[in-house]
């Protein structure tokens, strides 16, 4: 990496965005924010662009004209993309798959499109466990198929992964691509811990949760997977695919929702929904083998319970003391 | 099917189009072609829109409101949509990805569209074996990964089947995806004889190939292609995915190349390139498994070998009588 260069991080107002923005500053990196602030976030660039290493630009990552321009803007050669720009709220995708195409799909084909004219070398793009679908009880590996997306979150990955790997036949020298599933943590913006937090603030005696509560997800938290992605871009070669998640199966909606009760209101009751599947788009069984990443020398500091413990405790604020 | 119900078949002046419609239109079923018209055809819808139950519109089928208008034009509730509207042009595609994205996928991304408005039934899907990218000699069945595109054209037929698989889970009551690779016959728009044709007639005594003549592949006629369509459009469930090909495991361009000399200019010399892969976003070697499609009862009526000594009669008419 060469540090009088500029790298971008688009969708940077976000969550993930944001804490992969102060790990690269941190490191003395000059990051260029691009986040159409879709989904908000000004309070989280307010903070960010302190640091005179990080600039910030509000536009649309499906542009490739004027991401150009942004690039322009702030005088610098193009270093690395780190493309985490998309629409993080899958029921909206599913009820209007034109945001999933716009905001998912068409800012990594304008992502493309800005590498290939301002030569930019490696491109780090952040996709899914959803590009998968369902596998049941069966490990999910990088190298499984079929791959049949449920939701258009997903199918919009996908189609992202696709071209980013016409591109590397054609004319981009690297890509890393990052497959991970929920991810937790500080600024939280979206999520299950989010909505039981929210939920239990507005009716602190009840908390209803979709589905029978028996859906088993791994849960990653965004400093390991930062961690895992500042490793991956150390290692060899010019196309990496790595599932990132924790070693484990995950826990149960149920396990969150009584750690989030026991943690804000001990007193409610949770009343649960029926049917293992909370929404349209949603897996209910998910096993998730990170084994490829293992191999290369990286593991997870924490379990999906450590995991989902710790973010509750970053998104609630530390225990009131008795 | 309900006879009283329009059949859209997008893309339907393309070579494979004109074929599928003059099959459905011969089984009784009103039909509405929907083509842009972007790489010709006219001639081929003119022809085809003299059976009154064959109707046409112009119009890019990326625009499901235009499509919408076009089916309330000719009077009839949705049937079936056939579609095989895409750029055919590979190299096109990869000098210009823009033009994949919006002919291969967004038409994709504007039929479902318009399913879900006019609540379409079943969408069949014709995708291509180039979502598959490279294996080796490994064979190819429906379930390999990774799925690993090598050209714009591929992967924006991957992101089609994403797409679809998330509109199956969503609102869509059935979808067909069929993967083929080359398919050949007449009335040929592209394609590798029909380049071998071309250029022999316009330098009759050497014809250039790209590569070393060596890639082998399957190649399906169109006949035994829609053969296959109709066959699959009478099994049960509700995604349905299948190679479609010969059995064999292909023909080799230096086959193709001197089928085509010796039938168009014998003593033309055929002068050979470098290397096993033609073009970017070319596949050298291919084997791919029909045995999911055989299962069902259908088999291919032609070899590779066959099916291209039967394209270029076809190509070039019938022999001279001596």
Not at 94 to 106: E, G, K
Not at 141 to 160: H, Q, V
Not at 228 to 233: E, G, P, Q, T, V
Not at 282 to 309: C, H, N
């Amino acid at each position: 990496m060469d540090s009088d260069k500029i790298d971008i991080v688009t969708g940077g107002a976000g969550f993930i965005g944001k804490n992969l923005v102060e790990r690269l500053a941190a490191s003395d990196r000059r990051v260029l924010i691009l986040d159409d602030l879709s989904r908000g976030g000004q309070d989280r660039v307010v903070t960010l662009v302190q640091d005179t290493r990080v600039h910030f630009r509000q536009v649309d990552c499906a542009d490739a004209d004027a991401m150009a321009e942004a690039l322009t803007s702030v005088g610098g050669e193009l270093g690395d993309v780190w493309h985490l720009a998309a629409n993080s709220d899958i029921p909206a995708g599913v009820a209007d798959p034109r945001i999933d195409l716009h905001r998912t799909f068409q800012t990594t084909f304008g992502v493309l499109e800005l590498m290939k004219r301002a030569k930019g070398h490696t491109l780090r793009f952040a996709s899914s466990s959803a590009i998968y679908g369902s596998f049941g009880d069966t490990a999910i590996f990088e190298d499984i198929g079929p791959l049949a997306p449920i939701s258009n979150y997903g199918a919009m990955k996908l189609a992202s992964e696709a071209q980013i790997n016409a591109a590397v036949e054609s004319y981009l020298p690297r890509a890393e691509v990052y497959r991970f599933p929920n991810v937790v943590g500080a600024p939280a913006t979206h999520g299950v811990i989010f909505d039981f937090v929210n939920k239990l603030r507005a009716t602190q005696d009840r908390l209803e949760v979709l589905g029978d509560g028996t859906q088993r997800k791994a849960y990653l938290h965004v400093d390991d997977l930062i961690a895992a992605m500042l490793h991956i871009s150390t290692l060899d070669g010019r196309r990496l695919t790595f599932n990132i998640g924790p070693s484990d199966e995950g826990v149960t909606v149920r396990f969150i929702a009584e750690t989030v009760r026991d943690r804000v209101s001990p007193k409610a009751a949770i009343a649960y929904g029926e049917g293992p599947r909370g929404w349209v788009g949603d897996v209910p069984t998910f096993r998730y083998s990170v084994q490829r990443l293992m191999d290369t020398g990286w593991k997870p500091s924490r379990s999906s319970a450590e995991t989902i413990v710790r973010a509750i405790e970053e998104i609630v604020g530390p225990e009131p003391q008795v």
